[in-house]
């Protein structure tokens, strides 16, 4: 594998380790609607200030948000709305698994009730 295939790899799973947070999958949820306060994020994440703070700036730093200060608030929003994209190639994993996993499910009560 070439050096720059490698690069774009790790660069890809910076993105991807950014995500990989339920809150922080929440607050890219609550980006989509557009632009949101430090405080609307602390409220839908159920969390305290420093916390969101933190996954807003684990997310800001992979280039995920953007911020704009406002006086004494902070908003944020999505810097790549793409990003929601995404999220519909994840669901659709989950809906294959699930169906997947209800098929095998069906075939083992059918295998039971023959026995």
């Keep these: ?9 790790a660069a890809r799973a910076q993105v991807l380790k950014a995500m ?3 809150s922080r999958l929440i607050i ?3 980006l989509s609607g557009g632009e949101r306060c430090v405080c609307e994020l602390r409220d839908i994440v159920d969390a305290d200030t420093s916390t969101v703070s933190k ?3 684990i997310l800001k730093n992979a280039g995920l948000i953007e911020d704009d200060k406002r006086g004494t608030k902070v908003f944020y929003r999505l810097s790549v709305p793409c990003i929601l994209r995404f999220f519909d190639c994840v669901e659709s994993v989950i809906h294959q698994r699930a169906s997947k996993d209800m098929a095998a499910i069906t075939l ?3 295998m039971v009730n023959r026995g």
Excluded: G, N, P, V
């Design 20 to 22: 990989a947070h339920a």
């Design 1 to 9: 594998m070439d050096e720059q295939t490698k690069m774009r790899c």
């Design 108 to 110: 083992a009560d059918s």
């Design 28 to 30: 890219l949820e609550e």
């Design 55 to 57: 996954h807003l700036s």
